[in-house]
């Protein structure tokens, strides 16, 4: 069963480095790529970034400056890092299974606070 | 970055009727491997959204047979034939063609 969940802090200040992880099961990171997409609240959805199989990554233009995702294979583990976040980064962050989406997490919460 | 524009913003149907979305993009989607990366995906109220529609018109495992999609190019619809209560929420199109991605920016499906 493929799985995807999201974990980090709820709470980060604003100038603040954010960090998420997204542990995945029933399917390996040398097989799949893992895209990133937050939702602000009462927004619509805004792809971040991937992360592909063979590890490349591509990254939303408005966002490259200040963002980065990682793996550790081994763990079937993806990592987000952002920094200098600002209020408006406040949003539910999903990690969601290679370019068709077909498998989502949960989501995290993750709320900047001035 | 491709910019697809979808249409309605909104949408009222009464159960058992037929609606269709409209995804425009500003660049075809037609992949140079000869697939078009055009998904639908549904986000009901609370919820993580869930793929209904891969590559333009392929039904995902488990999604209802009135959901279909259709387009090439730089045109795509999605209908649902015969709405049922379940199916309000949020629909979004995306395309996986060219990096970045992006997505629409939702049809929200109301239920009259």
């Known amino acids: 069963q493929v799985q995807l969940k999201e974990s980090g802090p709820v709470l980060v200040q604003a100038s603040e480095t954010l960090s998420l992880t997204c542990t995945v099961s029933?399917?390996?990171?040398?097989?799949?790529?893992v895209i990133w997409v937050r939702q602000p609240p009462g927004k619509g959805l805004e792809w971040m970034g991937i992360?592909?199989?063979?590890?490349?990554?591509d990254y939303n233009s408005a966002l490259k400056s200040r963002l980065s995702i990682n793996r550790d294979t081994s763990k079937s583990q993806v990592f987000l890092k952002m920094n200098s976040l600002q209020t408006d980064d406040t949003a539910i962050y999903y990690c969601?299974?290679?370019?068709?989406?077909?498998?989502w997490g949960q989501g995290a919460s993750v709320t900047v606070s001035s | 970055d491709v910019v697809l524009t979808q249409t309605p913003p909104t949408l009222s149907a009464t159960i058992g009727q037929s609606v269709s979305i409209s995804c425009r993009s500003s660049?075809?989607?037609?992949?140079?491997?000869?697939?078009?990366?055009l998904h639908w995906l549904l986000q009901r109220p609370g919820q993580s959204p869930q793929l209904l529609i891969y590559?333009?018109?392929r039904l995902e495992s488990g999604v209802p047979n009135r959901f279909s999609g259709s387009g090439s190019g730089t045109d795509f619809t999605l209908k649902i034939s015969g709405v049922e209560a379940e199916d309000l929420g949020v629909y979004y199109c995306?395309?996986?063609?060219?990096?970045?991605?992006?997505f629409g920016s939702g049809t929200k499906l109301e239920i009259k």
């Open positions: 969601t299974r290679d370019y068709v989406m077909d498998a």
């Open positions: 029933g399917f390996s990171l040398t097989n799949y790529g």
């Open positions: 992360i592909w199989r063979n590890g490349n990554t």
């Open positions: 660049q075809s989607l037609l992949h140079s491997n000869g697939n078009t990366y």
């Open positions: 590559s333009v018109s």
């Open positions: 995306v395309q996986g063609t060219h990096a970045p991605f992006t």
